[in-house]
């Protein structure tokens, strides 16, 4: 029996120090909104609150959800 495929994510090419809309995440990683409201919610990612509707995420969190995002076995 052959072992699963590993679905494999390319690492973003992102600014570390640029703020990105959650839209620009989404896309970038390729997953939705609720994804990047999961993790936020759960403290893995942090992000920058300018209103109540202007939310923004720095490149280096981007980074970091993309490490969670391709990291095997580990549930958070």
Known sequence: MKPPLKM?????DVDPNR???????????N???DTVRKYTA????????VTSR???YLG????ILHEV????GKKI
């Open 54 to 56: 202007e939310i923004y």
């Open 31 to 33: 997953i939705c909104r």
């Open 42 to 49: 759960n403290e893995t990612i942090v992000c920058i609150r």
């Open 19 to 29: 703020k990105y809309c959650i839209k620009e995440v989404c896309d970038i990683l």
């Open 8 to 12: 494999t994510r390319p690492k973003p």
């Open 69 to 72: 995002l391709t990291s095997r």
């Open 60 to 63: 280096s969190e981007i980074l």
